[in-house]
């Protein structure tokens, strides 16, 4: 089973600035690595794909980057809607598909 | 575009039963792959079962596998997930998601709750 990891835990950032928010694979998984927003309540939304290629309708200041055991997702200019928990997820390598444990992302 | 909805859920004693369905209200639900997602209270994401197209191909976590039973029946556009010998620790909010195989989850359901307890 691919264990995935994020950091940190909790990210504290201002709105109007930048998150980066990190994923790793305890083995490759190519690029089929997958970024989710959950907000409070809420069912998960699919981000990103691919590990860079922005799901429809999501909007252009989140972008998704890595291959083969490290990820990132950078949120540019982060509006107030944007902070929820993000999970990552790799379906490369299944069954599992494995989550990572999330990414709680909060105002500063 | 696809839209899920769950049903099925609500408070069962451990070692009961429970069936989850997910309708899916256009017909490419029968061209897809399909899961079940979990999250228990406070919890991340724990993907649970998946079903190929046609449901020849069936998948389990090792948590559930012997106790749960996917299928889908596609002439009514609908996922099931049969749960049996239920235990306090599959209380969760049970998803299901189009996709698998190559392709991430990229529709989701709002949630059914379950939870098992005495």
């Known amino acids: 089973e691919i264990v995935m990891t994020q950091s940190p835990a909790t990210l504290s950032v201002s709105p109007g600035e930048r998150a980066t928010l990190s994923c790793r694979a305890s083995?490759?998984?190519?690029?089929?690595l997958a970024w989710y927003q959950q907000k409070d309540g809420q069912a998960p939304r699919l981000l990103i794909y691919?590990?860079?290629t922005r799901a429809t309708g999501i909007p252009a200041r989140f972008s998704g980057s890595g291959s083969g055991t490290e990820f990132t997702l950078t949120i540019s200019s982060l509006q107030s809607e944007d902070f929820a928990v993000y999970y990552c997820?790799?379906?490369?390598?299944?069954?599992?598909?494995?989550f990572g444990q999330g990414t709680k992302l909060q105002i500063k | 575009e696809v839209q899920l909805l769950e049903s099925g859920g609500g408070l069962v004693q451990p070692g009961g039963s429970l069936r989850l369905s997910c309708e899916a209200s256009?017909?490419?639900?029968?061209?897809?792959?399909m899961n079940w997602v979990r999250q228990a209270p406070g919890r991340g994401l724990e993907w649970v079962s998946g079903?190929?197209?046609?449901?020849?191909?069936?998948y389990y976590a090792e948590s559930v596998k012997g106790r749960f039973t996917i299928f889908r029946d596609n002439s009514k556009n609908t996922l099931y997930l049969q749960m049996n010998s239920l235990r306090a620790e599959d209380t969760a909010v049970y998803y299901c998601?189009?996709?698998?195989?190559?392709?991430?989850?990229?529709?989701w359901g709002q949630g059914t709750m379950v939870t098992v307890s005495s």
């Open positions: 998601a189009k996709g698998g195989y190559t392709s991430a989850f990229d529709i």
């Open positions: 256009v017909v490419t639900f029968i061209k897809n792959a």
């Open positions: 079903i190929s197209v046609t449901g020849g191909a069936t």
């Open positions: 083995q490759s998984v190519s690029s089929n």
């Open positions: 691919g590990a860079s």
């Open positions: 997820q790799q379906y490369y390598n299944w069954p599992p598909y494995t």
